[in-house]
């Protein structure tokens, strides 16, 4: 099954192989995609992940239309609702170690969802995003209407999602839905400078940290200062928290060990 799961050091490679069709996710490819999520999930020693699609043209067009939306909305007619989910993390699916995109084409459909639910997003400077799925007479059902007006302005939101209309790189990079846009060259090894640069921090500081952010979006200021409170005292007593003092005290790097 081409949904490749690679680890160097810290870092989980996971690459969607199926080019000629965009990378687009049949049934097979979906379960495989979430199989290889959940591997990192539960992986101690996978500290962040990168997720990238095969080739030059396509991150992801999303979900197969031939073959994955009709087996959807046949469970659907059947009363079963729509399946499972989209992708791996789209829904139902929770981990707090990071997760970067590099986003080496279009990112359409669920492709764009699949990198909505990424933490940070790269781009080459061809992709392309967009939710085109008005113009088939759907909308998306991966998270697109609940993470896109959460990652941009809401009237450019809007946009993109009532006219299914696609946007540059540089478009995405301006209003703040990518994080950086870069040669094609340079795209796997910015995102693992990346990824590189926030495996040198204090792994559960930065999942207490990418929590917080979360969490604290679904609730008020206070339930979200609260949470940050008792996260907060729950670092102060790990090993990384007490290691991290003394290489700031002898001026050394750290050296965390995720306990």
Same mark, same amino acid.
């Given at each position: 099954?081409?949904?490749? *799961?690679?680890?160097?050091? $810290?870092?989980? #490679?996971?690459?969607?192989?199926?080019?000629?069709?965009?990378?687009?996710?049949?049934?097979?490819?979906?379960?495989?995609?979430?199989?290889?999520?959940?591997?990192?999930?539960?992986?101690?020693?996978? &500290?962040?992940?990168?997720?990238?699609?095969? +080739?030059? #043209?396509?991150?992801?067009? +999303?979900?197969?239309?031939?073959?994955?939306?009709?087996?959807?909305?046949?469970?659907?007619?059947?009363?079963?609702?729509?399946?499972?989910?989209? !992708?791996?993390?789209? $829904?139902?699916?929770?981990?707090?170690?990071?997760?970067? !995109?590099?986003?080496?084409? *279009?990112?359409?459909? +669920?492709?764009?969802?699949?990198?909505?639910?990424?933490?940070?997003?790269?781009?080459?400077?061809?992709? $392309?995003?967009?939710?085109?799925?008005?113009? &088939?007479?759907?909308?998306?059902?991966?998270?697109? %209407?609940? $993470?896109?007006?959460? !990652?941009?302005?809401?009237?450019?939101?809007?946009?993109?999602? =009532?006219?299914?209309? =696609?946007?540059?790189?540089?478009?995405?990079?301006?209003?703040?839905? /990518?994080?950086? /846009?870069?040669?094609?060259?340079?795209?796997?090894?910015?995102?693992?400078? =990346?990824?590189?640069?926030?495996?040198? #921090?204090?792994?559960?500081?930065?999942?207490?940290?990418?929590?917080?952010?979360?969490?604290?979006?679904?609730?008020?200021?206070?339930?979200?200062?609260?949470?940050? %409170? #008792?996260?907060?005292?729950? =670092?102060?007593?790990?090993?990384?928290?007490?290691?991290?003092?003394?290489?700031?005290?002898?001026?050394?790097?750290?050296?965390?060990?995720?306990?």
């Amino acid at each position: 099954m081409p949904i490749h *799961y690679e680890q160097q050091g $810290r870092t989980a #490679r996971i690459t969607i192989d199926r080019p000629e069709a965009m990378n687009a996710l049949d049934p097979d490819h979906n379960d495989a995609l979430t199989v290889a999520f959940a591997r990192f999930r539960d992986d101690d020693d996978a &500290w962040i992940a990168i997720v990238t699609g095969a +080739g030059d #043209r396509a991150f992801s067009a +999303g979900a197969d239309l031939k073959a994955l939306i009709p087996a959807r909305a046949e469970s659907v007619r059947a009363g079963k609702g729509i399946g499972t989910t989209f !992708a791996g993390i789209t $829904r139902g699916f929770t981990s707090w170690k990071p997760i970067i !995109a590099a986003v080496n084409g *279009y990112a359409v459909g +669920g492709g764009l969802e699949l990198a909505l639910a990424c933490d940070l997003r790269v781009a080459a400077e061809h992709a $392309r995003f967009g939710l085109p799925e008005v113009k &088939w007479g759907i909308i998306p059902g991966a998270g697109g %209407t609940q $993470r896109l007006p959460r !990652a941009v302005p809401l009237a450019k939101a809007m946009e993109l999602l =009532l006219t299914g209309e =696609l946007i540059d790189a540089q478009e995405a990079l301006r209003i703040g839905l /990518v994080n950086r /846009v870069v040669p094609l060259a340079d795209l796997l090894p910015t995102a693992q400078a =990346l990824a590189d640069q926030i495996l040198q #921090r204090g792994p559960l500081a930065v999942r207490a940290a990418k929590r917080a952010a979360l969490e604290g979006l679904e609730g008020t200021l206070d339930e979200g200062l609260a949470l940050e %409170t #008792r996260l907060s005292e729950e =670092l102060l007593l790990t090993e990384d928290s007490a290691e991290g003092m003394r290489a700031f005290a002898e001026k050394r790097p750290a050296r965390f060990q995720a306990r």
